[in-house]
């Protein structure tokens, strides 16, 4: 009989996949991830026949349409109908609320300031709170924006002709992202197909290369994306009523089973041996054949493996032969989705806490507005609800990615008033400059979620620099303006955000760790191979989760910084949680006897001091 051990990994696995530097931000950038180009080129086609109609009809805030454009564009054309619908609900409510508090505060500064702070409450708490999440983020975010526009305005016509203005460019952006996503976007079983061929393709380059570094950086990457996005698009491509039943339980088999072969592939690479190398080669040109049916909008059927005498090998095999093949089984029960608002919206003081320091900030950002009488500085509002988040080390990553994505979208936009809008002669030439800051911020959003968040602040600082009004713009303080206002409202925020109920990233770190037990015993004793493979996928998600977090809260001040010797804990344990979910789905340990390796990593104590 054979023994299986759980032996230490000869290749050491990267230990801090959070940490960002210059190098991984870089690859982080240049990937090519699957679909990433199409979405890139979508959301530019779009925003910009967004700016043309404005260009054309000459309409008051038009900026706001390449924003909203830009900043809620989806990857795929069913969650641009919904995300759509959203919007022109949402927002047509949220221009109702702008036009009742702009009559209000005609002429009253401080009734100005109550209806500004109230609002801001309201949305802050509705994006922690409920299911808006960014979207409620967003109806603050330009609805700040609104207030502030009609600061100067103290006719009732005029105010009401804005807001109407406003509203239409807002319903232009929705009915762009509905139609054009319908009409341009893919499938979401386009993108399943793209994202299980891009795994299966990862699989086999890492069975050629098994020591490559920076492979094997991308494969663990992919690998803490786990099986849920491609379980979303199996759901809303049910939701089409375009597919056939059998076919969506066939891809969703082999999206589950995509993220094992590869699970599997990794732990081979960890074992890495120079023996069985013909039948490597073997099965990476199999997982290639099988990555190109997908190419072709197909999906393989009775596949027949070779036969190999090898544990995770012979697991391997024993995967591809059942790949695509149909099963009633179900899988193993998630949490409920929420309804509009979360189970503990009006229990938990951390909802309330969320949108008081919000909205103290947004305070403080509008007397130090009014107080330097700097009109170009509104920025420093607009600011605080865009790196409004729960803990002090998500705050910190989000004001570095906002500074760096500023200032390279300012940057850009003087660049473009010194040198090249005194040259253009007509909209089409704007429009491509404006494209190319599109293409260039949006290849960044719609890459890594560590570095997305710098492309979408290139692309809305270019925005907010007046580069789309009617006139050619000649004036470079609006873009500094622009750039000083963001600084300041940093600033702002992270004192706040600091000082009052603070709350630290690593707060989740022994909760999480608690999960990912769970799920790694879950796993062990699962009934089903399907089953083990979906647990384990769910582990993954939770690792690499937690290791954000662990990378969050070591960017907080003291005494919010966890100790080296805190870190070093939580880093071990993580790295013994991502080997025990790869042995336990490569080898077959009996249900009823628990591995040494993971009994003792159960019972283990978190770090107290």
């Known amino acids: 009989m054979l023994k299986y051990s759980m032996a230490q990994p000869v290749i050491k696995p990267i230990i801090q996949p959070a940490y960002l530097s210059w190098g991984r931000a870089r690859r982080l950038i240049t990937r090519p991830t699957p679909g990433r180009l199409g979405f890139t080129l979508r959301m ?82 509705l994006g922690s709170a409920s299911k808006l999440k960014m979207i409620g983020i967003v109806c603050g975010i330009i609805l700040s924006y609104l207030l502030i526009t009609l600061d100067s305005v103290s006719n009732g016509d005029k105010i009401a002709r804005f807001v109407l203005y406003s509203w239409w460019d807002i319903m232009i952006a929705a009915l762009i992202i509905i139609v054009f996503g319908l009409l341009v976007s893919p499938s979401p ?182 107080a330097l009488n700097w009109p170009g500085i509104h920025t420093c509002i607009i600011t605080c609800f865009v790196v409004s988040l729960p803990t002090i080390g998500e705050v910190r990553v989000k004001q570095n990615l906002r500074i760096i994505g500023s200032l390279i979208g300012c940057s850009l936009a003087i660049l473009g008033i010194i040198l090249i809008l005194q040259h253009l002669t007509n909209i089409a030439q704007l429009l491509l400059m404006i494209g190319c800051v599109l293409i260039f911020g949006g290849w960044i959003k719609y890459g890594d979620p ?86 384990a996928s769910r582990a993954q998600e939770l690792i690499g989760a937690t290791e954000q977090s662990l990378f969050h809260a070591t960017l907080e001040p003291q005494p919010f910084n966890p100790s080296q010797q805190k870190r070093v804990f939580y880093r071990t344990q993580l790295l013994q949680a991502t080997t025990l979910m790869e042995d336990l789905l490569s080898f077959p340990y009996p249900k009823d006897q628990t591995p040494t390796a993971l009994h003792h990593f159960l019972n283990e104590q978190p770090q107290t001091k």
């Open 189 to 370: 079983r386009t993108l399943l197909m793209e994202r299980i061929s891009y795994r299966l393709h990862l699989a086999a380059r890492l069975m050629r290369s098994p020591t490559d570094r920076k492979l094997n950086e991308e494969v663990h990457d992919i690998l803490h994306q786990g099986t849920s996005s491609m379980l979303t698009n199996v759901a809303l491509a049910t939701k089409e009523k375009l597919w056939s039943p059998h076919d969506l339980n066939c891809l969703r088999q082999s999206a589950i089973h995509s993220f094992g072969l590869l699970t599997l592939t990794d732990n081979m690479a960890r074992h890495h041996t120079t023996t069985h190398q013909e039948e490597k080669e073997k099965l990476a040109q199999l997982l290639d054949d099988m990555a190109h049916c997908f190419d072709e909008d197909a999906y393989p059927r009775h596949i027949t493996p070779p036969s190999i005498d090898h544990p995770i090998l012979g697991k391997m095999c024993a995967m591809i032969a059942r790949f695509s093949d149909p099963s009633e089984e179900t899988l193993p029960p998630s949490p409920p989705p929420p309804k509009f608002f979360l189970p503990d919206a009006f229990t938990n003081i951390d909802h309330i806490h969320f949108a008081l320091k919000g909205t103290l900030a947004v305070l403080i950002s509008i007397v130090t507005y009014k």
């Open 450 to 535: 560590r570095i997305s968040y710098a492309g979408l602040q290139i692309m809305l600082a270019f925005f907010l620099s007046d580069l789309t009004h009617f006139t050619p713009a000649t004036d470079i303080t609006v873009p500094r303006d622009r750039v000083i206002g963001i600084l300041i409202g940093l600033l702002i925020s992270y004192v706040v955000y600091t000082h009052f109920w603070p709350k630290s990233a690593a707060h989740t770190l022994d909760d999480n760790l608690k999960k990912i037990k769970n799920l790694l015993h879950g796993e062990h004793t699962a009934s089903t191979e399907l089953e083990k493979i979906v647990l």
């Open 44 to 125: 530019t086609v779009a925003a910009l026949f967004g700016i043309l109609i404005g260009e054309t009809w000459q309409l008051p805030a038009m900026d706001l349409i390449p924003i909203i454009v830009a900043g809620v564009w989806q990857e795929d054309r069913m969650t641009n109908f919904v995300v759509g619908k959203t919007v022109i609900i949402f927002f047509t409510f949220s221009s109702l609320l702008t036009l009742f508090g702009a009559i209000l505060r005609v002429n009253n500064y401080f009734m100005t300031l109550f209806i500004n702070l109230a609002l801001s409450f309201l949305f802050l708490f």
